[in-house]
């Protein structure tokens, strides 16, 4: 059989799941136009909605491909928000504190989660997504885990979590952060290192001023490119330390395909210059892939298995969460921006 005819063979198989996952990642984005609701939350319950699709018919394939090779393609593509120009013109003190806030987070969320009855892997996984970029960290940190019979639902209450929490988020901390008497550029930088997703971010801070937008996108930018240094660092520490047999799990490789490509996309946006529009196409794009991957993750998981998570794993995330804000009004007071 040719490449060619493998390529259409293989795509006849996942067309139909591709294309449902596709559907509902545009029902999501038109809710959350006309309604305001987050774009990434509606495609996950959408999704969650409609798992029969996943456990029989033609879509399960695709789901499947959707919610693995197209979510990585989106994360990768990330890159091309990020430049070293951009984190040069943070200040070492600015790029200290958020540095120091990924670490520290998730150092919290890996000795809190233990006491709460959570595992490294709940306990990093909501870490990590709280202290880099809400729901696409999440994702990316869990395909880099080793697999087990709850990995989905621990990846979709986390996704969940965020979202709920970024967006109650938004509406609070400007208000907090103008109550303690923040100016407009650290009041950006407050909501930028804190705020966990990143349309969260950019409705908050420009919802108190345009300086306060830009500070808080920029900040929030750079701690989107703390995804890949994390994500190498957990491959490196699941390699050594879990075994390939663990829960039927396999080792990741030292250094996944989609954090190269995140790499070298973040170089080369940094060391070539690159037209705006195609770096707002990759935006776009990186955008959809990760909304339509979030709709396929949903659509594999019962919101029943969801639902056995339990309140401890809510106290874990708000937590995180708390633990995060303190840190950056407390390094705020220290480093005055």
């Known amino acids: 059989m040719s490449i060619l005819a493998t390529l259409h063979a293989r795509g006849r198989v996942l067309f139909p799941g591709v294309l449902v996952s596709i559907l509902v990642a545009l029902s999501a984005q038109f809710v959350a136009e006309h309604y305001g609701a987050p774009a990434m939350l509606m495609a996950l319950l959408f999704g969650i909605a409609l798992n029969f699709l996943s ?64 595992g490294p892997r709940f306990s990093f996984l909501t870490a990590g997504s709280v202290a880099i970029c ?76 345009e300086q306060t937008g830009e500070t808080a996108t920029l900040i929030k930018l750079f701690r989107v490119a703390m995804l890949a240094p994390v994500v190498v660092v957990a491959s490196m520490v699941v390699r050594a330390y879990v075994p390939a047999s663990d829960d039927g799990g396999s080792r990741p490789p030292i250094l996944p395909v989609f954090v190269v490509g995140f790499i070298v996309l973040a170089a080369l946006n940094s060391f070539v210059s690159l037209p705006v529009a195609v770096t707002d196409w990759a935006g776009a794009i990186s955008r959809w892939a990760l909304l339509t991957s979030i709709a396929a993750v949903g659509m594999k998981t019962s919101l029943r298995d969801v639902a056995q998570v339990g309140g401890a794993a809510i106290a874990l995330i708000v937590a995180e969460t708390i633990f995060l804000a303190l840190f950056v009004t407390a390094g705020l007071a220290f480093l005055p921006t």
């Open 55 to 118: 456990t029989e018919g033609p879509c399960g394939a695709g789901i499947q491909w959707g919610a693995k090779t197209v979510l990585r393609f989106g994360v990768a593509l990330l890159g091309l928000r990020i430049s070293v120009s951009m984190i040069s013109d943070l200040g070492i003190g600015l790029v200290s504190l958020v540095i120091l806030g990924v670490v520290a987070t998730i150092g919290f969320g890996l000795l809190m989660g233990p006491r709460l009855g959570h």
């Open 134 to 209: 809400g729901a696409s960290a999440a994702m990316a940190i869990a395909a880099i885990l080793p697999k087990d019979d709850r990995s989905e639902q621990r990846l979709v209450f986390t996704v969940v979590g965020v979202t709920l929490l970024s967006t109650i988020a938004m509406v609070l901390y400007p208000i907090m952060a103008t109550a303690m008497g923040l100016d407009e550029q650290s009041i950006g930088v407050f909501l930028g290192a804190t705020i966990h997703d990143v349309a969260q971010v950019v409705g908050a801070g420009f919802s108190v001023s």
